[in-house]
């Protein structure tokens, strides 16, 4: 008898892989499985577990959103060994995926609302799917703010698609980086110096953040400077996990998981037990 | 002792001369047996220990270390620093009872062919003899 | 328990205290069975009164100092974890100005576990030579009249004697047992890579089973590792859970470093360690 | 005993067998190789439930198409002579294993398992279990429960899956249970408020001043359960394995980048009791503690949880007041 066991992973294909900045590619996957990939369904924030067989597993956020592109997108950035194998793989090479898990933004909640996207570096990636969700119903929500921060210009990981934000009603992009080039006409600046700068309001706003975790430390303490309540600011998390399945007791922030509980969490559920970076 | 089995024995050979001995064997068209699977290394000094128990654990019979001999190491003193460490290596290996004989350590320079392809026979004469490990 | 000496301890580490010449000191405290003693970390005075010492502080208070470089401490030390400090300001890792020592002698310490206190000397104290420790700035106690008189390397040359099938087999056996726990390591003042080659994911040296082969290989290069490091102290295989004699290994690499070398670890801060020089004429059995 | 010789035939016995001073489940063949007179066992039974090392699926190729192929568990097995605290702390591992997904090699094992445990005559200097929520003849974990007394065992069948072990003519005994042994107290009633309340306490870091940092205390335990994954390949076949781990060692939460999230002695050390006496209750409504004691006699530096427990009390008494 072959048991539904959670630890095994769902068979995939590398349909595409693009080079977005010199150390991130866009993977786009397809399910082997016809009935896997009906029931895959998911919501902005979830994440998946990628398995480069012979390396491990790791989690990722899923930039795409549902039904909107063939098959399932990842915004990987080669930093460690299962990244490594990861950007290796070449098309048409089998990875696994275990997902979605975790809880998603609860975007339907934020209607009505003015938007503040603060993203850094990698940390773009699960509010790729937030930014076009937002786009796809432009009128459900007030203004939409997103500050991007990177290192260099080379490594803002969704440039190809900052004409669309831009160019988008009632839509804001502020860009900055740590160091900048020749060609670079934008700020450089670190992301919580620029949250201050920008100074969005809190009246009647959510602000989403997610980067590396120190730009994430001083982010929040800016907005609450700014007025910014913790119930009004969201942020997503990223934890070693192993499972996935609130079971490897590895990814927990205080008694949250980031796995289960998680990865989205108001600064509310998650303050008291913040570790100082 | 056992006809049927043929040692599996890993070389780290250094770069400036006990690999280019093996090459000179190999233009020379000198032959010697086929056990052996060359691993280049910038010098013996490099060779860390844990390299070699890493062969064994993965299924290596025997191993060995050769590097230039001592006064010509590329580096100065390379082969000297490896000479004290597989010297107490060997020794730790035998009181395992993993036994000395499977780290053979040899200084062989670029011009000898000959000199590589004795001791590479040897060895795996020797290994053949010692039969395989117990428990690989 | 000299109660003398225990005074001795506690004065001196109040005054360091009270003048703040020292952040903290590191010292023994009475564990929570009663009976034998535990480290113990004073920053306050009115905890200068929890310091003891006696034939149960068998801990190798040392490895305590890498996570207290930043401030100045002051550490309680026996003769056998001098050569501790030897060799970690020998090896860049710890500087003497940020340490203040307060050396013991020592009658030497007995064997000891949780609510068990035994009644004869550990194996390193019957053979051990130092009377005092080879670095303090103060000295409590007296320093014995007698010397321990066994052999040392005794068991080592017995594991010598026996076959070479019947070593492996001895030693397959006790690597079995290993739960890689790491609490070798942990308490090993020369264990202090900031990334152990046992965790090194890339490359992946080891593997994270928990099974012969690996925990072979984790024990041989523990042990290779303090090839002309070990100090002696024995501290692994006390914590050991599993009871490997861990000793066995290291003393038969420092008995073979003394053969070879001529060399014994932490006996003095600035003498070349035996695997980080050479002597160009030495041949160590290598046919050239 | 001659019941367990006929047990033995038909299933796998795992049993305290005495190895170099050490008190090891083992399978056992006879009956005489079973250790009787004992506290208890070095490791809990978990590592039966939860093993050290075990492979999760493994990858064959067939025809080129990879396949994942599950590993099964093949035995039907009887635990004997665990301890009521083992069995409870294996009750505990039950809440984050079975909870939907239900670790599946956990489950079967669970499954197949028949707990046949042996009360205490005689409590240890480190244990504490009536301090939380269990007994030294506690049976509400096993399936059937031994109690030792002059002239054989008192033979208590809890289960059906008990029932099914016991041959019928060894029925229950009438004979009244002798009165288990008396245990020390420890505080345990505000614990984990406590806990919540001084997770910012320098507390943490001055009890990781002397903590080693291995990883004794959480595999000796029978209720620690974290686990680390790894891919295996050798020459095209893969393995995927699952081994323990603990949270007390560095680089436990360490992500690729570097990045730690508790990255000091202190954060680690608090992770421990935290998960056990504030997460776990808040999770499945009992501390993940059995009172066994093991990590109070193993730990080379003594960090002993009962004095964790009390300090905690003592400085949620003092905030109080």
Redesign the interface.
Same mark, same amino acid.
């Given at each position: 008898m072959v048991l539904e066991n959670p630890f095994i992973p769902y068979l995939a294909t590398l349909k595409s892989a693009v080079q977005l900045t010199p150390d991130v590619k866009l993977l786009r996957i397809q399910l082997e499985s016809p009935a896997v990939k009906a029931s895959f369904d998911y919501k902005p924030g979830q994440f998946a577990l990628l398995s480069a067989f012979g390396e491990g597993e790791a989690p990722f956020g899923i930039v795409s959103l549902p039904r909107r592109s063939d098959g399932l997108e990842f915004a990987v950035r080669r930093i460690g060994t299962v990244t490594r194998a990861l950007h290796e793989l070449e098309l048409g090479d089998v990875l696994g995926v275990r997902g979605p898990f975790g809880n998603y933004f609860p975007l339907e909640d934020y209607t009505g609302k003015n938007i503040v996207i603060i993203g850094g570096g990698i940390g773009m990636a699960p509010l790729r799917p937030v930014i076009n969700k937002i786009l796809e119903q432009r009128d459900d929500y007030g203004n939409l703010l997103i500050i991007n921060g990177a290192r260099t210009p080379q490594d803002l990981v969704f440039a190809p698609e900052f004409k669309i934000w831009m160019e988008a009603p009632r839509t804001k992009l502020q860009l900055t980086v740590d160091r900048g080039d020749e060609s670079w006409g934008e700020r450089v600046a670190l992301v919580p110096d620029v949250v201050k700068e920008v100074a969005p309001s809190p009246d009647n706003a959510i602000a989403i953040t997610c980067g590396p975790p120190i730009m994430i430390h001083y982010t929040l303490a800016v907005l609450r400077e700014l007025g910014f309540k913790d119930n009004q600011i969201v942020t997503t998390l990223e934890a070693k996990m192993k499972c996935g399945l609130g079971k490897c007791a590895r990814c927990n922030v205080g008694d949250k998981y980031v796995c289960q509980d998680g990865p989205v969490f108001t600064l509310e559920q998650i303050s008291q037990f913040l570790e100082q970076p | 002792m056992n006809s049927g089995y043929s040692p599996k024995i890993i070389g780290f050979l250094c770069n400036w001369c006990s690999y280019a001995g093996a090459d000179m064997a190999g233009t020379s068209r000198m032959s010697y047996e086929p056990n052996i699977r060359i691993i280049r290394v910038p010098c013996s000094g490099r060779v860390d220990p844990i390299l070699l128990l890493k062969c064994f654990q993965q299924g290596a019979d025997g191993v060995l270390v050769s590097g230039c001999h001592p006064g010509d190491c590329h580096y100065n003193e390379g082969n000297y620093h490896a000479r004290r460490k597989f010297a107490l290596l060997r020794d730790f290996l035998d009181y395992l009872g993993i036994g000395k004989e499977r780290l053979r350590v040899e200084w062989c320079s670029a011009s000898e062919g000959q000199r590589f392809v004795d001791k590479v026979s040897s060895f795996t004469k020797e290994m053949a003899e010692l039969g395989p490990r117990s428990e690989s | 328990m000299d109660s003398e000496l225990i005074q001795q301890i506690r004065n001196q580490a109040r005054d360091l205290l009270e003048s703040g010449t020292v952040k903290g000191v590191i010292g023994y405290e009475r564990?929570?069975?009663g009976l034998?003693a535990?480290?113990?970390?004073v920053y306050e005075l009115a905890a200068v009164e929890r310091l003891i010492f006696d034939e149960t502080c068998t801990?190798n208070l040392v !490895?305590?100092l890498r996570?207290k470089k930043a401030e100045k401490m002051a550490i309680v030390v026996k003769p056998c974890d001098s050569r501790a400090i030897n060799l970690l300001l020998n090896e860049k890792q710890i500087k003497r100005e940020t340490l203040f020592i307060i050396g013991v002698t020592c009658p030497g310490v007995v064997e000891t576990? @949780?609510?068990y206190k035994g009644q004869t000397l550990q194996a390193r104290c019957q053979t051990c030579q130092l009377s005092k420790p080879l670095v303090y700035d103060f000295l409590v106690g007296h320093e014995p009249v007698e010397w321990p008189k066994a052999v040392p390397y005794l068991n080592v040359q017995e594991?010598?004697n026996k076959s070479?099938?019947?070593?492996?087999? #001895? @030693?397959?056996g006790q690597f079995e047992?290993c !739960? /890689?726990?790491?609490?070798c /390591?942990?308490?090993c003042p020369g264990c202090y890579c900031p990334?152990c #080659?046992v %965790?090194q $994911?890339?490359p $992946? @040296?080891v *593997?994270? /089973?928990?099974?012969p082969?690996e925990n072979?290989?984790w024990q041989?290069?523990r042990?290779?590792h303090l090839? *002309?490091r070990c100090i002696g102290c024995d501290?692994c295989e006390?914590?050991c859970?599993?009871?490997i004699p861990l000793s066995l290994l290291n003393q =038969? $690499?420092e008995k =073979?470093?003394k053969e070879?070398?001529d060399f014994q670890a932490g006996l003095s801060p600035e003498e070349q360690p035996?695997?980080a020089t050479?002597?160009?004429e030495?041949k $160590? *059995? #290598?046919? %050239? | 005993m001659r019941w367990l010789d006929q047990l033995l035939q038909e299933r796998i016995l795992l049993a305290p067998v005495r190895v170099e001073g050490l008190i090891l489940f083992q399978p056992v063949s006879k009956v005489e190789e079973v250790a009787l007179d004992f506290g208890n066992t070095t490791f809990s039974p978990k590592e039966w439930f939860l093993p050290p090392t075990e492979t999760l699926f493994s990858m064959q190729r067939n025809d080129g198409q990879p396949q994942l192929v599950p590993s099964m568990v093949e035995k039907d097995v009887v635990i004997f002579g665990l301890r009521s605290c083992d069995a409870k702390g294996i009750a505990l591992m039950d809440g984050p294993f079975l909870r939907e997904p239900a670790d599946t090699l956990y489950q079967e094992r669970r499954t197949r398992t028949s707990l046949i445990g042996l009360s205490c005559r005689q409590a240890q200097p480190e244990c504490f279990c009536t301090s939380v929520g269990s007994a030294p003849n506690d049976s509400s974990h096993v399936d059937i429960l031994l109690t030792e007394i002059e002239d054989g065992y008192i033979v208590q069948v809890i289960t059906d899956k008990g029932k099914a072990l016991l041959p019928q003519a060894l029925v229950e005994s009438e004979e009244a249970l002798p009165p288990p042994p008396e245990l020390q107290a420890v505080p345990t009633k505000q614990v984990t408020q406590a806990v919540r309340e001084f997770f910012n306490n320098p507390y943490w870091g001055r009890l990781a001043d002397r903590c080693l940092h291995c990883n004794i205390c959480a595999y000796v335990c029978p209720t620690c359960y974290c686990f680390d994954v790894r891919d295996y390949s050798n020459k095209g076949s893969l393995e995927r394995v699952r081994s323990w781990d603990s949270c007390q060692s560095a680089g436990f939460t360490r992500i690729a980048g570097g990045y730690e999230r508790r990255a000091t002695k202190g954060a680690r050390l608090r992770q421990r009791f935290s998960h056990k006496l504030l997460y776990f209750p808040e999770e499945f409504h009992d501390i993940a503690c059995v009172g066994c004691g093991r990590c109070v006699k193993s730990c080379p530096v003594n960090i002993d949880i009962r004095e964790v427990m009390s300090d905690l009390e003592q400085l949620e008494a003092k905030s109080g007041s």
């Open positions: - | - | 564990a929570s069975d034998t535990r480290p113990a970390f801990h !490895i305590y996570d576990s @949780w609510n594991m010598e070479i099938a019947a070593r492996r087999d #001895f @030693w397959l047992r !739960i /890689r726990c790491y609490a /390591r942990q308490v990334e #080659f %965790e $994911l890339d $992946l @040296w *593997g994270i /089973r928990i099974a082969k072979e290989l041989i290069m042990a290779f090839a *002309g501290e006390r914590v859970p599993v009871d =038969k $690499l =073979k470093v070879l070398f035996p695997l050479f002597k160009k030495e $160590l *059995g #290598f046919e %050239e | -």
